[in-house]
C-alpha cells in the first residue's frame, strides 16, 4: 500500500514538473515579438545592422560589383526586396514580361465587338467604377482589383453574357480575386450584400465556378501594378525627393483609371504601367523629358512606343473619357494620397517627347 501511494506522489510530481516546464516554456515564447511573415527579413537586416555598427568594414580586396542587372543602378539600392535585387531582377522581369503576352492570360482587344451582344464599353467602365467602390468598402489590396477586372475581361473575351448578369461577373470575380490575394477575403455572404440582395449566395457561387472553369484556374496575371511598382522605383531614382510620393499616388491614380476604359485592354500591362509612369513624369515636372535611358531599358519601351496609350490616359486624366466614372477620381482626392486627382495636365505632352529619351 505504502508503495502505491509512493507511485501516486512520484507520478503527480513528475506531472507538476511537466507541467512547470510547459509554463516557462509558454512564457518565453510570448516575450518573443511577433513578426509578420513579410517583415522577417527586414527584422533580420535591422538585427544585423545593430550587431555591427561598431565594426570596421573590412576590406576583401574585391571591387564592389557596379552592373546594374537589368540596366538600372537603383535597384542595387532596394536589394531587400527580391523582385528589384539585382541578382533576380532581370530574369523576374523577363519572366513576368513573357507571362503576360501568353494569349490564355490575355484578353480579346475587341471582345465587346466580337463576342458580346448585349454588353457596351460604358456598360463595362460603369462595372469596373462601382468595383472601385466595393474594394474600398472592403478595404481590399489594389492587386486584388486589378486581378478582377483581368478576369472579367477575360471571361467577357470567351464568354457571351447577358447585362443583367455582368454584376453579377463582378462580385464573382472580385470573390475569386480576393481568395487569391487576400490574407482575410470578404466572405460570399458579404458579396451579396454588397449587392443589396441582388444575387443569392449559390448563384455567385455558381459563376465563381463557370470564371475559373474559364480561366481554366489561370489566376496568377501579371498586371499593371505588377510592372508599375518596378518603374516607379526605377523613375523615384531620379526624382525630386519632394515629389517622390507624389510621383507614386499618382502613377496609381492614372493606373487605375485605365482600368475604366475598354480602350486600354488592348495594350499589355507593362506598357500601360510604363505611359502611366511617362505621364506621371510630364504631370509633375512638364519642362523635363519624361522618358530616360534608365525606363527605357528598365521596362523596354522607348517613348514613341508609348504615344498611344499615353494620349488616352490623357483624356482620362483631363475627363475628356469616363467623365461620368467618378469613384477612381474621388478615391484620390483624399489627402492621403495627395490630392493627385485634383492634379491638372500642364499642356498637351509635346511631340517632342515621344521622339527619343532624355540622356
Not at 570596421?56 to 535585387?85: A, F, L, S
Not at 458580346?116 to 474600398?136: F, H, P, S, Y
Request: hydrophobic letters at 35%; glycine letters at 4%.
Amino acid at each position: 500500500m505504502a508503495d502505491q501511494d509512493c507511485v501516486r506522489i512520484t507520478r503527480l510530481a513528475a506531472k507538476k514538473r511537466a507541467a512547470g516546464e510547459v509554463m516557462q516554456l509558454q512564457q518565453r515564447v510570448n516575450k518573443k515579438k511577433r513578426v509578420v511573415l513579410s517583415e522577417i527579413q527586414n527584422v533580420l537586416c535591422s538585427e544585423s545592422l545593430e550587431l555591427d555598427v561598431n565594426e570596421k568594414p573590412k576590406r576583401n580586396g574585391k571591387k564592389e560589383k557596379t552592373g546594374n542587372g537589368y540596366g538600372i543602378n537603383g535597384d542595387m539600392k532596394n536589394c531587400d526586396d527580391p523582385q528589384m535585387c539585382e541578382t533576380y531582377v532581370s530574369d523576374i522581369y523577363e519572366y513576368l514580361h513573357n507571362m503576360e503576352m501568353e494569349a490564355k492570360r490575355r484578353p480579346l482587344p475587341d471582345y465587346l465587338e466580337k463576342i458580346q451582344k448585349d454588353v457596351t464599353a460604358n456598360m463595362r467602365g460603369v462595372l469596373i467604377d462601382w468595383l472601385v467602390e466595393v474594394a474600398e468598402e472592403y478595404k481590399l489590396h489594389s492587386d486584388t482589383l486589378y486581378l478582377t477586372v483581368s478576369y472579367v475581361d477575360r471571361f467577357l473575351s470567351t464568354n457571351a453574357i447577358n447585362r443583367k448578369r455582368l454584376q453579377l461577373l463582378g462580385v464573382s470575380s472580385m470573390l475569386i480575386a480576393s481568395k487569391y490575394e487576400e490574407i482575410s477575403p470578404p466572405h460570399v455572404d458579404d458579396f451579396c450584400d454588397i449587392t443589396d440582395n441582388t444575387y443569392n449566395k449559390k448563384e455567385i457561387v455558381k459563376m465563381e465556378a463557370d470564371v475559373l472553369k474559364s480561366l481554366r484556374f489561370e489566376m496568377g496575371n501579371p498586371t499593371v501594378k505588377t510592372f508599375l511598382r518596378r518603374f516607379t522605383r526605377t523613375a523615384q531614382e531620379d526624382c525630386d525627393v519632394n515629389l517622390s510620393s507624389e510621383l507614386g499616388f499618382l502613377g496609381c491614380y492614372l493606373a487605375e483609371l485605365s482600368l475604366l476604359d475598354y480602350g486600354c485592354v488592348k495594350f499589355l500591362p507593362s506598357l500601360v504601367a510604363a505611359s502611366v509612369v511617362f505621364l506621371s513624369r510630364f504631370t509633375l515636372q512638364p519642362k523635363i523629358h519624361p522618358w530616360n535611358n534608365a525606363l527605357e531599358v528598365s521596362s523596354g519601351y522607348k517613348a514613341a512606343d508609348l504615344k498611344e496609350c499615353v494620349s488616352i490616359l490623357c483624356d482620362l486624366q483631363t475627363s475628356k473619357r469616363g467623365s461620368a466614372l467618378v469613384a477612381v477620381r474621388e478615391k484620390y482626392e483624399q489627402h492621403k494620397f495627395k490630392c493627385v486627382s485634383t492634379l491638372s495636365l500642364p499642356f498637351q505632352v509635346p511631340e517632342s517627347f515621344f521622339g527619343g529619351h532624355q540622356g
